[in-house]
């Protein structure tokens, strides 16, 4: 039996239809605001200049709130949250910003919504160096072993790839990076857009999302991202959510409905960022 909301769901959502609609035509002083907490310079996912998926995400909901929004911008390393979600605005009574839009779903340090996609890490590579026959880690350990140990291997540090490395025995050559560094400048997708792309890496596994972008950003294609499968004791996918403070009832429900309400155009905006997505998230059902 399909599964349909109860009439007072039914009721509420109207209601909310409503407040909405009121809140698009009131005068921009007084209509609410969506504060959005994100980093200032990490491409895919969000830039000051609103050039990333989550700028685009945020916006979407904004519009169809009728909110205005408003950025709070800090670099999403240690004290993220401590400057952001949980900082109030001084000589205010609201909070720099209510809304992280990007954390896995075991966050703790909010309240997660929904999740909004699941991806993979990526093994990236430059094409034409002798790897195009690689098309996840089985090949690469099928490799000649006189060609695997010259290979140079960027992974971040705790990545899930880092134990992966250690057990085939390549830890020496594993290039390690930083995930926090104290530099503003830099961000994530650097290992693909410079490090990689200029020969300082031969193999560089990151996070699916910064894969696939730099991947498709890369001129005339030249790198490509391997979308890595789950093994037995091997987890590298993830589902991604937004987060609220903890007892923000209200808003983690309105989140949760725009997730859900826009799954086509999330996804659609994902695609166009080169995000290498696994089977999206279902949303959860209500029964009558």
Same mark, same amino acid.
């Given at each position: 039996m399909r599964w349909i909301p109860a009439l007072s769901q039914v009721a509420m959502l109207a209601a909310a239809l409503v407040t909405t609609a009121q809140a698009a035509d009131a005068p921009a002083a007084t209509r609410p605001v969506l504060r959005v907490c994100q980093d200032p310079n990490n /491409? #895919?996912?969000s830039r000051r200049d609103l050039a990333g998926f989550e700028n685009r995400i945020a916006a979407l909901f904004a519009r169809q709130l009728g909110w205005d929004i408003?950025?709070?911008?800090? #670099?999403?390393?240690?004290?993220?949250?401590?400057n952001t979600l949980r900082a109030k605005e001084p000589g205010a009574d609201h909070f720099k910003c209510d809304l992280i839009t990007g954390v896995a779903t075991g966050f703790d340090l909010g309240a997660t919504t929904h #999740?909004?996609?699941r991806s993979t890490y990526t093994m990236a590579y430059v094409r034409g160096k002798g790897l195009d026959s690689v098309?996840?880690? =089985? =090949?690469?350990l099928a490799l000649d072993p006189a060609r695997r140990a010259t290979l140079r291997l960027g992974v971040f540090g705790g990545s899930p790839v880092t134990e992966?490395? /250690?057990e085939h025995g390549l830890i020496g050559q594993m290039v390690s990076y930083s995930p926090q560094t104290g530099d503003p400048e830099q961000y994530p997708g650097e290992i693909v857009e410079k490090d990689l792309a200029e020969g300082r890496l031969d193999v560089a596994f990151v996070w699916g999302p910064i894969g696939g972008y730099f991947a498709r950003q890369s001129a005339g294609g030249r790198i490509v991202a391997v979308p890595l499968a789950p093994q037995p004791g091997l987890k590298v996918d993830f589902e991604i959510a937004m987060a609220v403070r903890f007892g923000d009832q209200a808003l983690k429900e309105r989140i949760d409905g725009l997730i859900d309400r826009n799954r086509d155009a999330i996804h659609a905006i994902l695609v166009d960022y080169g995000v290498p997505l696994l089977e999206a998230p279902a949303a959860p059902t209500v029964a009558r």
């Open positions: /491409l #895919p996912f408003e950025y709070t911008w800090y #670099p999403q390393r240690m004290g993220f949250v401590r #999740p909004y996609y098309h996840g880690l =089985d =090949d690469l992966w490395l /250690l």
